[in-house]
């Protein structure tokens, strides 16, 4: 008897060695992977510990818990998300694009109202436009205007193939060339020529030599904020000033009949661009999500930042402290170091005491407060910004012909409408209204949508309608002295 009760007392320390021994093999891998059961930690070494080793699948219950008391949680993880990410969509983002959409319309509207060189006729007109409309009849007028439109709208998807198929067979050089070319244009040429009648509008004395400084230190920072990286604001600014100046360049040069016909049909042509399975930008969106991509910063208004590097200021990856940076070199000889004798017994998932000293030694005290989750919060990670990176997927984008033609209605119905103010603010708020009519449906259906059609409707609706029957009733009140 004394026999056996000695070879029973050996067998159970063998038992209580392996298992503890087990946790302390693999430090490093419990450390990887805190997601995992505290319960199953002693799993990896298998089925020669016995009953006693508690792995994933061997017992009921891990530390006390079903172990299907998890997936409920992942469910309702998930639907806190979607109503996340609905409110984002519904109530954040209306507001980070209704802000840069009113700015650019506010500077077109402003300019317009202020500088008499973008609503005096001088007889000039596009290339893409050959057809004058100061002709006799009507319709002679119309058909010109027609036939000015077509070719706009030509040119237009003719340029945007050119576009898609560039970025599909991946000629990346070719389209930042372009786009570079464009953004040089118009940072330097037409703020150039922005600037001078404004400084004439207000009788503003300026040399050549100061106007060239400002307009290079401009120009400049403009490419480098659009091109390569800057501050969001700043990046977001440029793209908005970039935009009201093609805007006026057409509010000065279409005719009048030929802008109106070219919003109508420029909105019909993003309706199908975007939603036709065979449509350019649907092309071109898709392309971009299945290269993981973002579209060039130069045609796209992000509400997030755009970059997938950090700012100049930032080095990255961030230097570290001597006892950071010598962590991950003194973590690759742990790996083949021999398991010590087992400190205890108890179910710590490979975080015992041996491990825990480790740490120290490596890396200081590891008592968490308030205070040092804060610090290790603030600290820069060195690991691509991946969260950033899914912000940016998640953030709200616009792109720049969007606000082109947003600013082109508006600003042509204060340059059109006899100088009536009702007319401008009811194509204003038609565009907002449209706006958000479009981020409602993109909270619907997730998916990539034109923004052109809601608002653009929506504004030449407002936009005849006040100008037609409004405005008269208004002038007619006002010349008897009826007061509603």
């Known amino acids: 008897m004394a026999n ?13 060695t392996n298992v503890a021994s ?84 506010v ?25 004058p409309e100061d002709t006799d009849t009507v319709g002679e007028r119309a058909v010109n205007s027609i036939l000015n439109a077509t070719i706009m709208i030509t040119v237009i998807i003719v340029m945007t193939l050119v576009l898609v198929l560039l970025y599909k067979y991946r000629c990346y050089k070719v389209i930042q060339g372009w786009l570079f070319l464009s953004s040089l244009l118009l940072l330097f040429f037409f703020s150039y020529i922005y600037l001078k009648e404004v400084f004439k509008t207000y009788n503003l004395a300026m040399d050549y030599f100061t106007l060239a400084i400002i307009i290079w230190n401009f120009g400049v920072v403009g490419m480098m904020c659009i091109h390569w990286k800057g501050p969001l604001r700043l990046q977001q600014a440029y793209l908005i000033m970039i935009s009201a100046l093609m805007a006026l360049v057409f509010i000065k040069y279409l005719p009048e009949w030929t802008a109106w016909l070219i919003l109508a049909v420029i909105s019909v042509y993003d309706l199908l661009a975007v939603l036709c399975p065979k449509g350019p930008l649907r092309i071109l969106v898709e392309t971009a999500q299945e290269r993981n991509e973002p579209i060039f910063p130069a045609l796209i208004y992000s509400s997030t930042m755009v970059w997938l590097v950090n700012m100049a200021d930032t080095e990255w990856p961030p230097k570290r402290n001597s006892a950071e940076a010598a962590a991950p070199q003194q973590e690759a000889p742990e790996a083949v170091a021999p398991p010590a004798p087992p400190i205890t017994l108890s179910d710590d998932g490979g975080f015992n005491p041996m491990w825990v000293n480790q740490q120290q030694h490596q890396l200081g005290p590891l008592q968490t407060t308030d205070e040092t989750r804060r610090e290790v919060q603030e600290l820069p990670s060195a690991r691509p910004p991946v969260e950033d990176d899914d912000d940016e997927e998640r953030g709200v984008k616009l792109g720049l012909g969007d606000f082109i033609f947003y600013s ?30 479009t981020l409602l449906l993109l909270a619907i259906f997730k998916k990539a949508l034109p923004a052109l059609p809601i608002s653009i409707f929506f504004g030449l609706v407002f936009y005849f309608a006040t100008d037609n029957l409004v405005q008269p009733f208004m002038d007619r009140l006002a010349l008897h002295q009826f007061y509603i």
């Not at 998300?81 to 840069?100: N, Q, R, S, W």
């Not at 109202?113 to 290339?127: C, E």
């Not at 082109?408 to 009519?437: E, Q, R």
Request: glycine letters at 14%; hydrophobic letters at 30%.
């Open 4 to 16: 056996n009760v000695e070879d029973i007392e050996n067998n159970m320390d063998e038992q209580e």
């Open 22 to 105: 087990e946790p302390t093999q693999q430090p490093q891998e419990a450390a990887g992977t805190r997601a995992r059961s505290r319960g199953g930690s002693g799993a990896g070494g298998g089925g020669g510990g016995g009953d006693g080793g508690g792995g994933n699948s061997s017992g009921p219950e891990q530390n006390g818990q079903p172990p299907n008391a998890r997936p409920p949680r992942v469910v309702e993880t998930e639907e806190d998300e979607d109503e996340e990410l609905t409110l984002k969509y519904g109530a954040k983002h209306v507001i980070m694009l209704f802000v840069p959409v009113t700015l650019c319309m």
């Open 107 to 131: 500077v077109v509207v402003a300019t317009i109202k202020s500088v008499s060189f973008y609503t005096q006729n001088d007889g000039q007109r596009l290339i893409y436009t050959p057809f």
């Open 408 to 437: 082109m209605l508006v600003g042509k119905a204060s340059a059109t409408a006899s100088g009536d103010w009702n007319t401008t603010l009811a194509c204003f708020v038609a565009i907002l209204i449209g706006l958000c009519l």
